[in-house]
């Protein structure tokens, strides 16, 4: 009984964790850019029983018992397909028309100052800086990276952006003069490889090298005759790849393994107490 306990309480753990991962691929559905999470399992180590040698039967199946201790998330992929575009007619909404390219985004990283993530949401606005200078932001308010790195600096008195099929934001103003500044676009060739920081944002894992890549195996920044490979549009957004219906089939199903689990340490407590009762 205590052998049915533990294989139920380690799955139960498991379990939970994947309810987390759809729980959150729900919460975010309506979240620009955001790409799907999708939990795998896999089985712990088994102990083989082999009682039935004599047993003369064809099977399929091994030979004897297996006993199982349970199952564990093997693992958290992401789903990086394309999502669908929203019409937004919004000059700063900027959204990928094809897979693989991200935005470079500066986010703040404590001690080291910033760090550059890559994100798929376009949601980009405009907030002042000293000296009537105007910095580009996103949705979350982390500065907008250039194609050398830096944060994307103007005067804040823009009547209107523009965006060049190459990933070239124009900034007019209504003198008619403009600026322009080559947005920071990469492409990554192995997304798998990321390390996932949060909601949107995937960066550089701090031990790519030991996992056997270059980071030109990885991810390839879009500068020079490469602009002519970004597919890019303005006053739109990307909309999640999450799909309610399969997310819900999910939990449902989910929340079933985690009921059977519950019972099974239920009954093995019962049965427990009726050998404990016996005299």
């Known amino acids: 009984m205590l052998r049915t306990m533990i294989t139920a309480t380690n799955t139960l753990g498991q379990l939970q964790s994947q309810i987390d991962t759809i729980s959150n691929n729900i919460a975010n559905s309506n979240t620009a850019g955001y790409k799907a999470k999708e939990a795998t399992f896999s089985e712990l180590l088994y102990q083989q029983f082999n009682n039935d040698n004599l047993d003369p039967t064809v099977r399929n199946s091994p030979v004897g018992i297996r006993y199982g201790v349970g199952a564990y998330l093997g693992q958290i992929q992401t789903n990086f397909a ?17 897979e693989k390219q991200y935005f470079n985004i500066l986010m703040p990283d404590g001690e080291n100052g910033q760090r550059t993530v890559y ?16 910095m580009l ?10 194609s050398n790195g830096d944060a994307i600096y103007f005067p804040d008195n823009v009547s209107n952006f ?26 990554i060739q192995t997304p798998q ?75 093995a407590d019962q049965m427990l107490g009726l050998i404990n009762g016996i005299r």
Not at 168 to 187: A, H, K, M, R
Request: glycine share 10%; charged share 20%.
């Open 82 to 98: 394309q999502g669908g575009l929203q019409a937004t007619d919004r000059d700063l909404d900027l959204a990928f028309t094809k």
């Open 119 to 134: 994100s798929r949401q376009g949601d980009f606005y405009v907030t002042p800086v000293d000296n009537g200078q105007a």
């Open 137 to 146: 932001v996103n949705g979350d308010g982390y500065a907008v990276a250039d």
């Open 162 to 187: 523009s965006l060049s099929k190459d990933g070239t934001l124009g900034v007019n103003y209504p003198d008619g003069d403009s600026l322009t500044f080559e947005l920071g676009i990469t492409e």
């Open 193 to 267: 490889v990321m390390e996932h920081v949060s909601d949107t944002y995937i960066a550089l894992p701090s031990n790519f090298d030991q996992l056997g890549y270059n980071q030109a195996d990885i991810l390839i920044d879009l500068q020079g005759a490469a602009r002519t490979e970004v597919g890019i549009t303005n006053g739109s957004l990307e909309l999640s790849n999450v799909n309610l219906s399969t997310e819900m089939s999910n939990l449902i199903n989910a929340q079933r393994n985690y009921q059977f689990s519950s019972r099974a340490i239920s009954i």
